[in-house]
């Protein structure tokens, strides 16, 4: 059974950091591309993030766009989300998910998606 597994939630102050990792079980993702994406408690799931197989690509919400940085390393078939400069608003439960297209692009739409992590909350106080 393939499964991502996301780890690295948590409570934080605003201004403050967290850093998510997200790996998978099952098979590897380390040709394929991955993403972020997060749901605030009454909202629509929402895109954060997206990296290329290789990492030489990424994308980024605006609401995210110079505080949070997605990398992955494939040796470890690993992917993280950096996230600083944390605001109340970012308050959500993050989602890690992967495309079933190797050598392909990240993508900010979640039904480009195949596999879902089970998620880890993130809470920022103000």
């Known amino acids: 059974q393939v499964q991502l597994v996301e780890s690295g939630g948590g409570l934080v102050q605003a201004g403050g950091s967290l850093s998510l990792s997200c790996a998978p079980s099952g098979r590897t993702f380390s040709y394929y591309p991955m993403g972020w994406f997060r749901q605030a408690p009454g909202k629509e799931r929402e895109f954060v993030a997206a990296i290329n197989w290789n990492g030489g690509n990424t994308d980024y919400a605006d609401s995210v766009k110079g505080r949070f940085t997605i990398s992955r390393d494939n040796a470890k078939d690993t992917m993280y989300l950096q996230m600083n400069s944390l605001k109340p608003e970012d308050t959500a439960v993050y989602y890690c998910?992967?495309?079933?297209?190797?050598w392909g692009s990240g993508s900010p739409l979640s039904h480009d998606y195949n596999y879902w992590g089970q998620g880890t909350q993130v809470t920022v106080s103000s």
């Open positions: 998910a992967a495309r079933n297209t190797k």
